[in-house]
Each structure stands twice: as structure tokens, then as C-alpha cells.
């Protein structure tokens, strides 16, 4: 590269290694101490291996089948009180990163299944999933404070969890609240059949990759694998660019893996501004359909 090329190169960037972590936690009090041990083990590695946000599965340290309400309250914590979002938040700021893992919440007689965020700082926030999937509706109360997005040293990160990708207004919203990246703690289970196509991939991950295309915003989705309870689960975690397409690859169903990807989080600023007559933001006709889709959305961060 010349002189002249090198002067012109643009070096305002925000560089960060994604990691998303793919294994298979156990449910189960009994098992709560293996779980924890297995998440610490993946989360020094990520860190190790560079990464400066690493996102988990669902539920990574309690197990996601339960069969009554009160082994679901025997599983469940306080945000940001408990133990495992401390320990999370002590390792954040032990080791410099960003951490999104999800976690079964206690607030008063209520559960919720809780996406948390930690950072250098300690705890930084939640997000309550507000989509429930099956028998979650029996122990969870949908969550009630909407979605959000946290401004980070490394960028702007929202927050979903699993069942949320299958509905567009999700990432859409996130998006439009100024995301870089959105996380996703996910336990993708077995969907109508078939299962995968033929390379292997199941329908969540098109949709994750279909969310990040239209809404041209990094995904970072982490499945866990495994069967429990009679439940199974999909793995094919991934990380999505601004295009949609996977960085790196897409996990195999039954990998116990780590993904990474480097990416700079600030193009996600820039990414939808296609070409000279087409930007996807400026592009929508919400004079048209808002009022149809029943939001209007939170503030957008400035862009």
C-alpha cells in the first residue's frame, strides 16, 4: 500500500472478536455446579482465545426442561443480585470483556427468562424474553419492559433470546433502537420436521441470517446441543455479518464448539446505506404500516 493509499485509509473503526458458546448444559439442581464449572471453562477460553464479547446459550447454567413451576423456582435467581450474574459480572470485569448469558430470574412470585449483560464495569443490564415458547408459558411471565439497547465501550448491544428471532418486529425494533450487534442466547429445540437441510442447517439459523440481512446489524446467536427430557436441541450456532452471511461457519448440531468472528461493530452504522438512491432506514414507508404493526419503537440512538 502506497503513502498516499495509507493516508486515505479509514481507521475509525471498533474492532472485537465474537465469541458465541456452544455445549450442553444439564438441568437439575444437582447439576447446577457442573453447570457453572462447564460456562467458567468456556468463557476463560473465549477470553483466552482474544474474544471481547462472548455470548452463551439459554439457560446455560440450569437446564432448560423443567417439569414443574416449583423446579423452575429451585433453579431461579435474582437479577442482578444473584449468584450467577455476580460471578458473571466479576468475570467480565476480571477479564476485560463482555459477557450475555440468560438466566432463570426470581422477581417476587414471578420468573422470567432473562438475558443479562456484563461488561469491564460490572453488570450492565437485562432484557426478559417477551415471546415464550411452549411450556415455558407455564413457569415464565412474558417479559414486560420491552427491549433495549446498551451502549458499550465496544458499541452498541441489544439483546433477544431464541423463540424472539421467529418474529421480525424483534430484531426489527432492536435495530431500529441503534443495535450494532444483537445477542441471542438461544436453545433451539427440534422443530417440525425436516430438521436440517441438507448441509446441516436448521431453519433458526436462516432466520438469524435472514434478521441480519434486513435489518443489516451483526447477530450473534449461541444454541446449546444435546437431548434433555425427551427435548432436542438444534446447536448450528453462528455469527452473522451486516449481510446476513455467516462469519466464519455455522456449528454443527451436536458440536460442543466455540465460533468466533472478528468484526468491527461501527460498520454495522453504515451498512444500510446500500447505494446512492437506497437506504434501508430512510427506505421505510412508516407512514404506511406503523400504525398496522402496533409500535412505534424506542428512541433511536443516534446514528
Wanted: proline letters at 6%; hydrophobic letters at 40%; a negative charge.
Amino acid at each position: 500500500m502506497t503513502a498516499q493509499q495509507d493516508a486515505g485509509k479509514d481507521t475509525r473503526v471498533s474492532p472485537v472478536r465474537v465469541a458465541v458458546v456452544q455445549f450442553e448444559p444439564r438441568v437439575g439442581v444437582e447439576n447446577l455446579k457442573a453447570n457453572a464449572l462447564a460456562v467458567e471453562q468456556r468463557l476463560t477460553a473465549a477470553a483466552e482465545a482474544g474474544a471481547g464479547l462472548i455470548v452463551l446459550p439459554e439457560l446455560a447454567t440450569t437446564g432448560y426442561v423443567f417439569e414443574t413451576r416449583e423446579e423452575a423456582f429451585a433453579h431461579a435467581e435474582a437479577v442482578p443480585d444473584g449468584p450467577t450474574v455476580q460471578g458473571l459480572a466479576r468475570f467480565a470485569a476480571e477479564r476485560d470483556v463482555y459477557v450475555v448469558a440468560c438466566v432463570v430470574e426470581q422477581d417476587g412470585d414471578k420468573l422470567f427468562d432473562t438475558a443479562v449483560l456484563a461488561g469491564p464495569e460490572g453488570y450492565i443490564g437485562r432484557y426478559r424474553k417477551t415471546h415464550l415458547w411452549n411450556t415455558e408459558k407455564l413457569w415464565f411471565t412474558p417479559g414486560d419492559e420491552g427491549y433495549s439497547v446498551f451502549d458499550t465501550r465496544i458499541g452498541r448491544i441489544g439483546l433477544l433470546v431464541c423463540w424472539d428471532i421467529w418474529f421480525p418486529e424483534t430484531a426489527r425494533i432492536v435495530a431500529q433502537m441503534g443495535a450494532d450487534i444483537i445477542c441471542i442466547p438461544t436453545g433451539w429445540v427440534w422443530t417440525p420436521p425436516p430438521l436440517y437441510d441438507e448441509s446441516g442447517v436448521c431453519m433458526a439459523a436462516y432466520l438469524t441470517i435472514t434478521a441480519a440481512h434486513a435489518n443489516n446489524v451483526f447477530i450473534a446467536t449461541a444454541d446449546r446441543i444435546g437431548q434433555e427430557r425427551g427435548a432436542g436441541f438444534m446447536g448450528n450456532s453462528l455469527i452473522a455479518g451486516t449481510n446476513g452471511w455467516p462469519i466464519d461457519r455455522i456449528a454443527g448440531p451436536d458440536e460442543d464448539t466455540i465460533i468466533y468472528a472478528d468484526v468491527d461493530l461501527t460498520a454495522a452504522r453504515t451498512a444500510p446505506i446500500w447505494n446512492q438512491l437506497n437506504d434501508l432506514h430512510r427506505d421505510r414507508r412508516t407512514d404506511l404500516y406503523d400504525q398496522m404493526l402496533g409500535y412505534r419503537g424506542g428512541a433511536p440512538l443516534p446514528r
